[in-house]
T-cell receptor, first 116, second 113 residues
C-alpha cells in the first residue's frame, strides 16, 4: 500500500503473555521507528532502524521489549511477559532517512495493546 | 538534550475563531522544528516543518507557524478554525544525529459549534 501499515490494529492479551506487533513501512524508506503513546505520557521513542546499521535501542523500556527488521523492510516489535503498564498505542513510522527529510516521519495508525 | 514543551494540554475554541498553539523548544543550535496532527484513531500527519530561511512557515489545512529564536518558540496558528480541526497537535524536534524525533506532550484541541 501507499502508507505505513500496522497490524493488528487492536490486541487484547492477558498479563504474562507475549505479543507481536507488525509494521510494514513505505516502500523505499530506509528508516523505521517505533514509538509508544500512553495516556498522560505523550509519545515515547522506543527503537530506530536505519538501513543495515545496528538499531538504536536506547528507548526500549526493559529487556522484555525487542524488535527486528527483516530484509530492511517489515519490522516486528515483540513484548514478552506483558504487564498492565505495557497497555498503550504502539506507533510505527518510516522516513526516507536522509537529508532535509530528517524528521519528516510517516506514521501508521498504530496498534492498540490492552493487557488485562 | 533537545526538548519541546507544549504548555497547553487542552484548548477549546469556537468554530471560526482564530487559534494559536504554543510550542517552546530547547536546542543547542538552530533547530529543525515540526508540527504534527493526530486525528482520533489515526496516526500522526505532518502539518508543517521549519528548517531554515523564512521564519513564517505555511503548512497544510491552512495552518502556519512562526519560528522565533528570541523566544525559543514555534507556535502554530490558524486564522479560522473548522470543526474538522479538532485533534491532538504535537510539536517535535530531532536529536543532534537527526535520527529520532522528540515530541512535546501534545495539545488537544476541541472546537465548539
Amino acid at each position: 500500500g501507499a502508507g505505513v501499515s500496522q497490524s493488528p490494529s487492536n490486541k487484547v492479551t492477558e498479563k504474562g503473555k507475549d505479543v507481536e506487533l507488525r509494521c510494514d513501512p513505505i516502500s523505499g524508506h530506509t528508516a523505521l521507528y517505533w514509538y509508544r503513546q500512553s495516556l498522560g505520557q505523550g509519545l515515547e521513542f522506543l527503537i530506530y532502524f536505519q538501513g543495515n546499521s545496528a538499531p538504536d535501542k536506547s528507548g526500549l523500556p526493559s529487556d522484555r521489549f525487542s524488535a527486528e527488521r527483516t530484509g530492511g523492510s517489515v519490522s516486528t516489535l515483540t513484548i514478552q511477559r506483558t504487564q498492565q503498564e505495557d497497555s498503550a498505542v504502539y506507533l510505527c513510522a518510516s522516513s526516507p532517512g536522509v537529508g532535509q527529510n530528517t524528521g519528516e516521519l510517516f506514521f501508521g495508525e498504530g496498534s492498540r495493546l490492552t493487557v488485562l | 538534550a533537545q526538548s519541546v514543551t507544549q504548555p497547553d494540554i487542552h484548548i477549546t475554541v469556537s468554530e471560526g475563531a482564530s487559534l494559536e498553539l504554543r510550542c517552546n523548544y530547547s536546542y543547542g543550535a538552530t533547530p529543525y522544528l515540526f508540527w504534527y496532527v493526530q486525528s482520533p484513531g489515526q496516526g500522526l500527519q505532518l502539518l508543517l516543518k521549519y528548517f531554515s530561511g523564512d521564519t513564517l512557515v505555511q503548512g497544510i489545512k491552512g495552518f502556519e507557524a512562526e519560528f522565533k529564536r528570541s523566544q525559543s518558540s514555534f507556535n502554530l496558528r490558524k486564522p479560522s478554525v473548522h470543526w474538522s480541526d479538532a485533534a491532538e497537535y504535537f510539536c517535535a524536534v530531532p536529536n543532534n544525529a537527526g535520527n529520532m524525533l522528540t515530541f512535546g506532550g501534545g495539545t488537544r484541541l476541541m472546537v465548539k459549534p
